[in-house]
């Protein structure tokens, strides 16, 4: 072949050649529809600069911006039975765990790790809604009582945050008998004097929500996340009306008394610093400076005065 085939021509294709340029690169909020650089929307933690929503994040970067310098160790959580009930929709769950484990980070649905908060130890545990929706059954259950045994043991801060759409399906009813062990796991913790806190993040509903997420000593929440038990479409056919359309929003339940905190996600760390602060804190927090004896004043009972 001639130099005009081998050299000149893959020369030219080169230069007229359509780059590809990766999906990932720009985001779209789902609030204001504004297009964001990836880096722009990673130094940001994932909140939109423009108005303010706090998308959906992995476990991984949630610990990493929770625990003091983004520093934690993560535990193995015990082994369960993978498929107890021989469960099978149009797949094998069995299958669809493979598919949800070759996408995570982690084995399931559950991180937890150990670590500093504002300076003080404490234990995380952090649902990742991508895999299978955060949905919560036997393995999840058993990482929340490890999490609260590992919180016992270290002396520790407990802090929870959810990202469920509630029960898993395909353990029926051992899925929903976590809503019990996660409560009395929980309820240890308070026997024991440790604070525990629970971040609501979006979504929070289904039994998650009725369970552990609404146990805590003080519930913080993210700006937006919606918080509930049954949709709202469910809800409205029930009691055939109108919701208001913030209905089982943060906002919505701070201002009704379910939720103490809504705080944003790049204060969460020294918002959390400062609650357990103020809770484990057994001494003041600076010195305390001794008043000198004021002056006493003359005693002037029964003594004559000129009319």
């Not at 604070?195 to 979504?203: C, E, G, I, K, S």
């Amino acid at each position: 072949m001639s130099w005009l085939t081998e050299f000149v021509r893959p020369k030219i294709q080169q230069l007229v050649r359509r780059t590809d340029v990766p999906e990932n690169l720009w985001h779209k909020c789902k609030s204001c529809e504004q297009m964001i650089f990836h880096r722009d929307l990673a130094k940001n933690n994932h909140v939109c600069q423009h108005c303010g929503h706090h998308m959906r994040i992995s476990a991984q970067n949630r610990l990493e911006l929770l625990f003091d310098g983004g520093k934690y160790q993560t535990i193995e959580l015990p082994n369960v039975p993978v498929d107890p009930l021989k469960f099978r929709d149009q797949k094998k769950y069995t299958d669809r765990l493979k598919a949800a484990q070759a996408k995570a980070t982690y084995k399931d649905a559950l991180a937890v790790a150990h670590g500093e908060v504002g300076g003080h130890a404490t234990v995380i545990a952090v649902f990742d809604f991508s895999f299978m929706g955060g949905s919560m059954g036997i393995a999840v259950g058993e990482g929340i009582v490890a999490a609260a045994e590992l919180a016992s043991v270290q002396d520790a801060a407990l802090i929870i945050v959810p990202a469920s759409g509630g029960a898993r399906m395909q353990e029926g009813i051992l899925s929903l008998m976590q809503m019990a062990r996660t409560t009395a796991a929980i309820e240890k913790v308070k026997e024991k004097g440790l604070p525990y806190f629970v971040l609501l993040t979006d979504p929070t509903t289904g039994g998650v929500s009725a369970s552990f997420a609404m146990l805590g000593d003080i519930q913080v929440a993210e700006p937006g996340a919606q918080i509930g038990f049954a949709g709202r479409r469910v809800i409205e056919n029930t009691i055939r009306e109108k919701l208001p359309d913030d209905f089982q929003t943060a906002e919505y339940l701070m201002d009704h008394g379910m939720v103490d905190m809504v705080v944003p996600r790049n204060e969460l760390n020294a918002t959390f610093g400062r609650l357990i602060d103020m809770i484990r804190r057994t001494k003041p927090g600076a010195s305390i400076v001794p008043i000198k004896d004021a002056k006493k004043k003359p005693d002037t009972k029964g003594a004559k005065t000129d009319k």
